[in-house]
């Protein structure tokens, strides 16, 4: 008898706590930083943000950029690309920083929006993003058990290179799919949007 008023005074007890954390009422701003702490850098700024609409097969999706992100970019004038943390965002341009170890301080870059010609973003898609890596060494491994079985100049099953190939292919793919590049120009622009 003890065991079970024990039992239910340690239930009411613990229902009562949980009640009682629960009456904490967090405002919109609270909720979308405990969503994502990146959020914390765009809502104690100005409120700007880059926005890339992409148009494909009739469907229209936008892609934010917040003050914080990590931008991958291609600008012209400029060979390579550029994988850079966004610092601030203008009417017209956004900018990234380095620290130049001579002058011990960060070196600002403006870069306007219509220089830049190439975004790729970054995306984790299950199982396609594993792809990568996976399906190239299957690919490879398939094909290496046909060329070690290689007897009287002739090898053992002639499609095995083949498939193999194929594989490999797949690692292509799946790349394409986790990393997508799209050219900025009609189709695909790139804006900022908030408080001007």
Excluded at 103 to 118: A, G, L
Aim: glycine letters at 8%.
């Amino acid at each position: 008898m003890q065991k079970y008023i024990l039992f239910c005074a340690t239930f009411t007890l613990f229902f009562v706590l949980k009640i009682a954390a629960q009456e904490v009422v967090l405002d919109s701003k609270s909720l979308l930083i405990k969503q994502n702490p990146a959020f914390k850098v765009y809502l104690e700024g100005d409120g700007r943000f880059l926005a890339m609409d992409t148009y494909r097969m009739g469907i229209i999706k936008r892609h934010r950029f917040f003050v914080g992100d990590d931008l991958t970019f291609k600008v012209r004038g400029y060979r390579g690309k550029i994988k850079e943390k966004i610092t601030a965002i203008t009417d017209t341009s956004f900018s990234f920083s380095e620290f130049n170890q001579i002058t011990n301080e960060f070196d600002h870059t403006d870069v306007p929006i219509r220089n830049v010609k190439k975004i790729r973003l970054s995306r984790r898609i299950p199982w396609i993003t594993q792809g990568i890596v996976s399906f190239p060494v299957a690919g490879l491994l398939f094909s290496m058990t046909d060329i070690l079985s290689f007897r009287e100049g002739q090898f053992r099953d002639p499609k095995a290179l083949l498939i193999g190939a194929g594989l490999a292919s797949l690692g292509v793919v799946s790349w394409k799919l986790s990393y997508p590049a799209y050219r900025l120009g009609k189709r695909h622009r790139l804006k900022v949007f908030g408080v001007h």
